[in-house]
T-cell receptor, first 111, second 113 residues
Framework: KQEVTQIPAALSVPEGENLVLNCSFTDSAIYNLQWFRQDPGKGLTSLLL?????REQTSGRLNASLDKSSGRSTLYIAASQPGDSATYLC??????????FGTGTSLTVIP | DTAVSQTPKYLVTQMGNDKSIKCEQNLGHDTMYWYKQDSKKFLKIMFS???????INETVPNRFSPKSPDKAHLNLHINSLELGDSAVYFC????????????FGDGTRLSIL
């Protein structure tokens, strides 16, 4: 059974710093991996989706990479801002419309 | 315009009651989902549904049942509510096909007294 882990569970950085969030998964037979952010009391907002055949995706200050064979993905956030403070979740999609989420990384960017 | 909307946002009820949560999406997607987020913020898929098939996570009790009157709606009915059902329930939608992103509603916080 697929297990998705995110490290660290919480991260606090000063504004302007670059940072990396990690996501690992145990079964490499995935269709894609998606990164989300969740603000308190809100739903999930999709940030980036990487197909299993891709190595990375970029959107603005965000860059996500995927190494399927080693079961790892990273989300790189450049020049962090206080508005980036949120919980970041990764999720892998497998066959049969099965989605498995990580436990999330709670990010705080200090002004 | 809200893409995926859920009602109610909060639901407080007593053990043993039957309740429903409604979900609507205006994105034209053909697949909808229900997720449960527990107190530790762990998200787990409960159902996925399109006009072809309903896929149920085998760990979901049969007290939970999705009902889809049309492609834009997927409601969640829960019978005989239990204390352990307290959680935040999220609805999501996507276009079918392996690599389409999911869009989430803001969640319904269900509290069982």
């Amino acid at each position: 059974k697929q297990e998705v882990t995110q490290i660290p569970a919480a991260l606090s950085v000063p504004e302007g710093e670059n940072l990396v969030l990690n996501c690992s998964f145990t079964d490499s037979a995935i269709y894609n991996l998606q990164w989300f952010r969740q603000d308190p009391g809100k739903g999930l907002t999709s940030l980036l989706l990487i197909q299993s055949s891709q190595r990375e995706q970029t959107s603005g200050r965000l860059n996500a990479s995927l190494d399927k064979s080693s079961g790892r993905s990273t989300l790189y956030i450049a020049a962090s801002q206080p508005g980036d403070s949120a919980t970041y979740l990764c999720a892998v999609r497998q066959g049969g419309n099965q989605f498995y989420f990580g436990t999330g990384t709670s990010l705080t960017v200090i002004p | 315009d809200t893409a995926v909307s859920q009602t109610p946002k909060y639901l407080v009820t007593q053990m043993g009651n039957d309740k429903s949560i409604k979900c609507e999406q205006n994105l034209g997607h053909d697949t909808m989902y229900w997720y449960k987020q527990d107190s530790k913020k762990f998200l787990k898929i409960m159902f996925s549904y399109n006009n072809k098939e309903l896929i149920i996570n085998e760990t979901v009790p049969n007290r939970f049942s999705p009902k889809s009157p049309d492609k834009a709606h997927l409601n969640l009915h829960i019978n005989s509510l239990e204390l352990g059902d307290s959680a935040v329930y999220f609805c999501a939608s996507s276009q079918s096909g392996g690599n389409q992103p999911q869009h989430f509603g803001d969640g319904t916080r269900l509290s069982i007294l």
